[in-house]
């Protein structure tokens, strides 16, 4: 994953208040004013949800689909504002200024920016234009490639034209080999990013990861073992009828029963935690000496270069690599390691020997 090279971004930021995991949660779409009424009377006895979602304007893959409802849905919101508990508000997309403005004109009180307008900067620096003095939290999604340097990008936006309360939204990522899910939760990229800029918080949309409804128990808790701070879900009174993305959407009762069954984390350990901090040591420890080995590998590297030079031989030797490579992956399987895993380590420590090799023999 790209990012690579971004230097991590400290901010004062507004911390989350209360217990984890907020929730925000409702419809894909918002299809019709009983729909809605239906979802918010359930949603209203659940004490973790926050933000009741809705979908307003629908960004659809091909033309000929349901495209949401606009302002019709935007009016049911603000009628049926009334019955949400007092600390609850509605939170709609939006992806063009005109929605920015209709969104706040009827009283939304979050906003969120969808993973196609992230993906795009010109659409971003209009969108972000608009938003300059809107005083709700917004939510930004991360773009369908795993670039984080696009989710930075987009949040820095946010901040450039003064907005504070952003909320980062992990939705998953469109990849080649997207392993069963909707899109790929490629966890490695919203570590990055909260690494990149600690104190946004991120939720996890479990929803548009999974694509369907079994995974998202266990998705939602991946995020919670990940120390996500909220989940962002999609509820619908009656899945099967929904008019977008109707497989995925779970009914407010299966929302309830996946509350419950939620373990939250703690995401700090205490200074108590004898053991753990014994461990960390030992782990500090083999981490170094990992990199003192690297540091020997590549001293090594270099000498071979040399003498590849002398003997005009190639930097890239493929069966020399591929008999290497055999041999540590049946190493690892002994040390019963994820294969996968050492395949990926010594792919990356295999093109850095060769980038250190070129160097010499080009010089
Ligand atoms: C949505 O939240 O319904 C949506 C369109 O999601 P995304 O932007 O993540 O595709
Ligand atoms: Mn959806």
């Given amino acids: 994953m790209s990012g690579r090279t971004i230097k991590p971004v400290h901010l004062r930021y507004p911390t989350m208040q209360g217990i984890k995991p907020h929730i925000i949660a409702g419809p894909c779409s918002v299809e019709s004013r009983q729909q809605l009424k239906s979802v918010v009377t359930a949603l209203s006895s659940l004490p973790q949800v926050t933000f009741i979602r809705c979908g307003v304007w629908k960004p659809r893959t091909?033309?000929?689909?349901?495209?949401?409802?606009?302002?019709?849905a935007l009016l049911w919101m603000q009628e049926l504002k009334p019955l949400l508990p007092s600390g609850v508000g509605f939170a709609c997309e939006v992806a063009r200024p005109e929605?920015?403005?209709?969104?706040?004109?009827?009283g939304v009180a979050g906003l969120w920016i969808g993973a196609r307008t992230t993906a795009n900067p010109f659409m971003m620096s209009e969108l972000t234009e608009s938003l300059r003095g809107v005083n709700v939290p917004i939510g930004v999604k991360n773009a369908p490639n795993p670039d984080v340097r696009l989710w930075v990008g987009a949040i820095e936006r946010c901040h450039q034209v003064g907005l504070s309360h952003i909320t980062a939204i992990h939705r998953g990522f469109d990849i080649l080999n997207n392993g069963g899910y909707r899109n790929h939760p490629l966890w490695e990229v919203p570590m990055e990013l909260r690494r990149l800029m600690p104190e946004v918080p991120i939720f996890c949309d479990p929803s548009h990861i999974a694509g369907r409804v079994d995974p998202i128990h266990s998705i939602s808790q991946a995020a919670l073992d990940l120390g996500f701070d909220?989940?962002?879900l999609e509820v619908h009174p009656s899945p099967s009828d929904a008019l977008t993305d109707a497989i995925q959407q779970i009914t407010p009762t299966q929302l309830s029963a996946l509350l419950d069954s939620l373990v939250p984390r703690?995401?700090?350990?205490?200074?108590?935690?004898?053991?753990?901090?014994?461990?960390?040591?030992?782990?500090?420890?083999?981490?170094?000496?990992?990199?003192?080995?690297?540091?020997?590998?590549?001293?090594?590297?270099?000498?071979?270069?040399?003498i590849k030079a002398r003997g005009n031989l190639a930097v890239y030797q493929p069966k020399r690599w591929e008999s290497l490579l055999q041999q540590r992956l049946s190493n690892a399987q002994e040390l019963s390691l994820n294969i996968d895993f050492v395949k990926e380590i010594f792919d990356k420590i295999h093109a850095e020997s060769v980038r250190v090799q070129q160097e010499i023999i080009d010089k």
């Avoid at 091909?62 to 019709?72: A, D, K, N, S, V």
């Avoid at 753990?276 to 090594?300: G, N, T």
């Fill in 266 to 306: 703690r995401t700090e350990s205490s200074v108590a935690d004898d053991s753990l901090r014994l461990m960390r040591q030992q782990i500090d420890e083999i981490d170094s000496q990992i990199l003192q080995l690297l540091a020997s590998r590549v001293e090594l590297c270099k000498q071979i270069a040399e």
């Fill in 99 to 106: 929605h920015v403005a209709l969104a706040i004109k009827y």
């Fill in 62 to 72: 091909r033309p000929g689909g349901f495209e949401g409802l606009g302002e019709q």
């Fill in 230 to 232: 909220g989940l962002m």
